[in-house]
């Protein structure tokens, strides 16, 4: 039986690979996102279907959760993958405002989501959760603290969850990714370049001295990892952190 795979934030970046690589294998796919735009593109892939919502509105993503997992004939597989960065500012300058939505789009909206999907995943009998924390879900991250604090506290949702849901015979497990290829990275690095006035090439290999694999993570890596946790020879896996960083030594 094909597998049924949600998937937030699904319809760019390392959520649309993860979604297109899930598709690729076969799976039945259904995506959540807020780019309706993006939400068009990506569910012109077969397999995938998609719904505009917001994961920090906590009342309405359980009812898209439900709705998803409805039109999918049930859940085998939840990716939060939804998360945003916040502001740059020190915690003496960051404003409470800011602090707030972060943590509801990246922490208080992974519960949710979860919350919503469970009843779904114990149906199935071989459920499982990923969940996306960073780099920064291992260190502190300078100028981010909102960012940090939420992917620290991902980590240890999913260990509880693990530790909950495991009688039901679901997993859940959390993915830390370093730097990303792409053109969000490209974006970050330009930025870096201006306010210093180096060159791209100079900041880039500023953010690999930080890392012993010298180059940026691909989705499709991400994609690749989870597709494997969420197969039948990771079933054993749960409660664990999966860095897929290049072997990086700090966030900053």
């Known amino acids: 039986m094909a597998q049924r795979v949600l998937i937030t934030a699904g319809a760019g970046g390392i959520g649309l690979a993860i979604a297109q690589a899930f598709a690729a294998s076969g799976a ?17 892939t077969d397999g ?7 994961v920090a509105d906590a009342d309405a993503i359980g009812q898209a959760v439900t709705a998803a997992a409805k039109r999918l004939g049930g859940l085998d597989v939840l990716v939060n993958n939804a998360g945003i960065a916040g502001p740059t500012a020190p915690v003496a300058d960051y404003p409470l405002a800011d602090w707030r939505r972060v943590l509801d789009v990246n922490l208080t909206g992974t519960f949710a989501v979860t919350q919503a999907a469970i009843a779904d995943l114990r149906r199935s009998g071989r459920g499982t959760i990923l969940i996306m924390s960073s780099l920064a879900g291992r260190f502190g991250y300078p100028q981010r603290s909102a960012y940090a604090s ?10 509880t969850l693990a530790m909950e849901l495991g009688p039901d015979g679901i997993t859940c497990n959390a993915i830390l990714p370093g730097a990303v290829a792409g053109a969000r990275m490209d974006a970050v690095l330009a930025a870096r370049a201006e306010l210093a006035g180096t060159t791209l090439e100079e900041e880039r290999e500023k953010a690999f001295r930080n890392q012993s694999v010298r180059r940026f993570v691909q989705p499709e890596e991400i994609a690749a990892l989870c597709l494997y946790l969420a197969g039948p020879a990771a079933r054993s896996f749960s409660g664990q952190t999966f860095p897929i960083d290049g072997d990086s030594r700090s966030s900053a």
């Open 48 to 54: 995938i279907t998609g719904d505009v919502a917001d």
């Open 150 to 159: 939420t992917k620290w506290a991902l980590v240890g949702l999913a260990k």
């Open 28 to 44: 039945r796919v259904h995506v959540l996102d807020i780019d309706r735009a993006a939400l068009d593109a990506a569910t012109r």
